[in-house]
């Protein structure tokens, strides 16, 4: 890909994010505050200021996709900066861009990846990707578009490969950052804090975004409120609030959610990051819930597996994604994924 040839100003940042994904932005900032970074610092990235600046409160971050620089720029901006800062994000196409221009271009930089949730390892060829292409519709149409995206990815020097978890058949195009040369590997994991009381303030629900949407169906969303309603009234609360994955289509999901919970409880969206020390939180299937401290976290997956719509897209093997989280993270003791909702609300009433 042939970087502009106009004129851009020169940046000059003693730290540079690469990632597209708003939560892998997000923990690569709180990575660089951490290391003592908090001034100059670039993120180039295809999402907009406004997208990354709502959820991170660094005003002072350059924001800036890689196609508006000069080449000779990004190249004195890479070798100057400390340090570069890539983190797991499936299909980042700012990642894969810039391996390879510090690969073609031979670029020496302190380049770091953080490893944010396990590591999909099992590489598969081109039919295998074209045949589990996770997050998207399995039919000839999709394999056309995917195959024609391949092509111009090869042709544009993007550097990626097709990975999956061992044991699972769908298949994402990762960013090749083991190609990159003298590459440190940083596990980030949370040292939880376990509060000293025996009961929630309040219950969120973490949501999964346009993936999880895509499992919705008629049964699915009867099922999911009647367990929802079940575990606020054995808590004793009447609101559900929820947290909306920061790269979901916001409106659609919020217009599901309103439409299935108006006349079971009520719902608040949280617009901003909270404490949630002291809250129960919920899931389907984010593994967002092992990255928080609170009062406990439970995955309603086994209550709900078996209602999934599978027809819309390609998903992975959820039981084995969590499992591989829980084992990553330490199998974290405040972290639950009860076999069915009796065992829950037991837990509930026992206060765990």
Not at 39 to 52: A, D, F
Not at 175 to 201: D, F, M, Q, V
Request: hydrophobic share 40%; proline share 3%; charged share 25%.
């Amino acid at each position: 890909m042939t970087l502009p040839k106009e004129h851009s100003r020169m940046l000059t940042s003693k730290a540079v994010i690469i990632s597209d994904g708003i939560p892998t932005i997000l923990e690569s900032i709180r990575f660089l505050n951490e290391k003592g970074f908090k001034n100059e610092v670039l993120c180039i990235s295809l999402r907009t200021k406004n997208q990354i600046l709502k959820y991170s409160k660094n005003t002072n971050l350059e924001i800036k996709p890689f196609y508006k620089f000069r080449k000779k720029d990004l190249k004195k901006i890479l070798i100057d900066s400390e340090i570069v800062v890539f983190s797991e994000s499936n299909s980042s196409i700012s990642s894969q861009f810039l391996i390879g221009f510090i690969l073609k271009e031979n670029i020496k930089c302190n380049v770091n990846l953080l490893m944010l949730y396990p590591f999909q390892i099992q590489e598969r060829n081109l039919l295998h990707f074209l045949n589990y292409p996770v997050g998207y519709k399995n039919n000839i149409k999709t394999k056309l578009k995917l195959f024609i995206k391949i092509i111009l990815f090869k042709i544009f020097n993007l550097q990626f490969k097709l990975l999956s978890l061992s044991g699972c058949n769908a298949t994402s195009i990762v960013p090749a950052y083991k190609k990159l040369n003298n590459l440190k590997t940083t596990k980030i994991i949370r040292e939880y804090k376990s509060p000293i009381i025996n009961s929630c303030k309040k219950v969120v629900y973490f949501h999964s975004g346009d993936v999880e949407e895509s499992l919705y169906c008629d049964s699915f969303l009867k099922e999911f409120k009647f367990i929802l309603e079940n575990i606020l009234s054995k808590l004793d609360f009447d609101i559900l609030y929820i947290k909306l994955h920061p790269n979901s289509a916001k409106n659609s999901t919020k217009d599901i959610l309103e439409k299935t919970f108006k006349n079971s409880f009520k719902i608040e969206f949280i617009k901003d990051e909270l404490d949630y020390s002291s809250d129960l939180l919920l899931t389907l299937i984010s593994s967002a819930i092992f990255r928080f401290d609170c009062f406990r976290s439970i995955s309603l997956l086994n209550l709900l597996e078996d209602k999934f719509n599978y027809k819309n897209n390609v998903h992975p093997n959820y039981q084995l994604v969590f499992n591989e989280s829980y084992k990553f993270f330490g199998k974290p003791s405040h972290i639950f994924m009860p076999k069915n909702l009796d065992t829950l609300l037991e837990k509930i009433k026992n206060h765990f």
